[in-house]
């Protein structure tokens, strides 16, 4: 399951970010950024955070994610357009030539500590 290997790589991120002379730092919610074409089962991806963040700052932390769409760029006409199906020509000069701004991030935006 490859939401493991994220979650972890997530949790690492979260932990370094809070700061080091906090007392019992406790993390309430994680703000998460993920596209539309990362391909994360937001299910899969809380069940794996919920076990990894066990006895850790993170544990019992709600992750709120934000759906990235995943939008476009013609390299020919250089329009930008949002893609909601599988189409990747540019429909203003019809080449394909088209390069992926966003889509396929995983993120955190932002950490909300308990006070
Ligand atoms: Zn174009």
Redesign the pocket.
């Known amino acids: 399951m490859h939401e493991m290997g994220i979650a972890e790589q997530l949790v690492n991120i979260a932990l370094d970010a809070i700061p080091e002379d906090m007392e019992h730092p406790v993390v309430e919610i994680v703000n998460l950024k993920i596209g539309r074409l990362a391909s994360v089962v937001e299910h899969s991806l809380t069940f794996c955070f919920e076990i990894i963040t066990k006895d850790t700052p993170l544990e019992n932390a709600r992750l709120k994610i934000d759906v990235v769409p995943v939008t476009v760029r ?6 930008t357009w949002e893609v909601t199906g599988p189409v990747f020509t ?6 394909g ?2 390069q992926m701004l966003t889509g396929r991030e995983i993120e955190i935006t932002s950490l909300e500590l308990a006070e």
């Open positions: 013609c390299q020919s006409c250089d329009n540019c429909p203003f000069c019809k080449e030539d088209v």
